[in-house]
């Protein structure tokens, strides 16, 4: 997988593979920085995406999470 290096005009988001400018302005608002300073793979708007649709899921099948971790501690406590 080839690297992206400063020179590099747009920077790809890996999940949507929408272009960004690739200079410090853009990278903090589109991607952000992780608490060790590592760049994001995805930008916000993918990050976003991925916590709604996520809590969206669960919310949705609450019941059958709930079943299927009481069948778990039955098996695990057997």
């Given at each position: 997988m080839a690297e992206e290096s400063k020179h590099d005009k747009y920077i790809i988001c890996s999940k949507c593979k929408s ?60």
């Open positions: 272009k960004y400018i690739n200079d410090e302005e853009h990278i903090s608002n589109d991607f952000g920085y992780t608490r060790l300073e590592d760049r994001y793979k995805t930008c916000a708007r993918c990050r976003v995406r991925n916590k709604v649709n996520c809590k969206t899921y669960a919310g949705n099948r609450k019941e059958e999470l709930v079943a299927y971790r009481k069948t778990d501690m039955k098996i695990s406590t057997s």
